[in-house]
């Protein structure tokens, strides 16, 4: 049984990485930030409320357009709609006893990259993991942002597009070994990203967000995967325990 104390350190090793990831995609996303016309401490702010570069560029893009509070928030919310799902599956990681307040503090940064590293750990979940890859993720995310507003214009874009892409290659290491280690995943990643690739090529459907999108393409290949290849409940306990 590992302990709070060493969870914590367990979680900020493993949010490290995450950090840097999160730095340097928030920085350039402090250059959209400024062209909304937003000061440095509300790009901080704003990073520090809505960890998620889809839902914060979008919200960003409707400020710029001088949208109506409704329309951002409209906005926000399907741009981050996939985080539902992301906290069910979440939900199932918990022991039943796990308090409540434990639950909404982790609910409070739902990520790809966070969900990714907590979901593959055996067993319940301690929350304290979560706090300690937090205590390093938020910071880099709502730092990161405000350093972005303040020279993000004065890089050259190349420079700015470059920093990206630290972000999918660590993605791409969240997922790699559990695909490696079973076949059914590794065919469904792959199926998944052919399903993306069409997603926003298709008529009609590349018209959708890019997040609805990935929610109907998540309901529709979970439950596939489910549906053909269940996970035995003996199965279940093993890893669990």
Known sequence: ??????????????????????????????????????????????SLLNNASAGEYAGFTVIAANAAYFEIFLMTLIANARYLLMSCSLSQKFSPDTPLIHRLLIG???????????????????????????????????IGTALGVIAGNALPARIVSALSVA????????????SKQNKVVCAFVLISFACSFAAAKLPRISDLSGGTRTIILTVILAGLAAFFFPVEEEQEVRDDA
């Open 1 to 46: 049984m590992v302990s709070h104390k060493q969870a914590i350190k367990e979680g900020i090793r493993d949010g490290i990485p995450i950090a840097l990831g999160y730095f340097a995609v928030s920085f350039s996303l402090g250059v959209a930030a400024r062209n909304a016309g937003l000061s440095a401490f509300q790009g901080f702010l704003v």
């Open 108 to 142: 409070y940064d739902v990520t790809d990259e966070l969900f990714g590293i907590t979901i593959a750990r055996p067993g319940f979940l301690d929350p304290f993991y979560s706090y300690g890859a937090f205590m390093v993720a938020i910071p880099g995310w709502s």
């Open 167 to 178: 972000l999918f290659g660590m993605f791409l290491a969240i997922i790699i070994p559990p």
